[in-house]
């Protein structure tokens, strides 16, 4: 497994893998949605895709640490000047997708406010299809479970919806 050997989940296994997959997921996108553009006869999409890392932002990922590590990052968290707050790694995001002079800039990995290389291991083309078929399968699933958007109307739930989720509650 990938767990420590008594069970618990490694999550810094599953942080890294998790920005991998997703990394891998919208590079895949960006693919597709240059294919049809090609396949209709447009310049580019109307929807940018990239991918911004924010940078070590202080989150709550640290309750997986030990006691004395808490306590020190607790202790030493505010001198530490790569620890960012969460509004500056937004700041990042919110630079990607609103500045005038990325508009129509697609496909891009972005740090720092600077285009840079994503690893190698990301931009694998086979593993981002595969990630692509996965992320299909798992909502063709949760579709088949009655898991997904389809069980609300018009961005309301049914009273049925509603009611069952009640009684799931209750035990």
């Known amino acids: 497994g990938h767990g420590h050997g008594d069970g618990r989940h490694d999550v810094w296994r599953a942080y890294r893998d998790s920005k991998r997959l997703h990394l891998l997921w919208c590079y895949e996108l960006h693919r597709r949605q240059q294919q049809q553009c090609l396949a209709a006869g447009e310049l580019r999409p109307l929807i940018s895709v990239n991918n911004v890392s924010p940078g070590v ?32 790694g937004a700041a990042g ?21 600077l ?30 479970d009655g898991l997904n958007s389809s069980s609300k109307k018009d961005g309301k739930e049914s009273k049925e919806n509603i009611s069952n989720k009640q009684q799931q509650q209750q035990y």
């Open 115 to 144: 285009e840079v290389q994503s690893s190698q291991e990301s931009q694998n083309k086979r593993e981002a299809e595969s990630a692509w078929k996965l992320t299909e399968a798992v909502f063709k699933k949760m579709e088949s």
């Open 57 to 88: 932002v202080r989150t709550r990922l640290n309750r997986e640490f030990p006691a004395v590590g808490r306590a020190l990052l607790g202790l030493l968290g505010p001198l530490l000047p790569f620890l960012r707050s969460p509004a500056r």
């Open 93 to 113: 995001v919110v630079h990607a997708a609103c500045a005038p002079e990325l508009e129509g800039v697609s496909g891009r990995y972005f740090k720092d406010g």
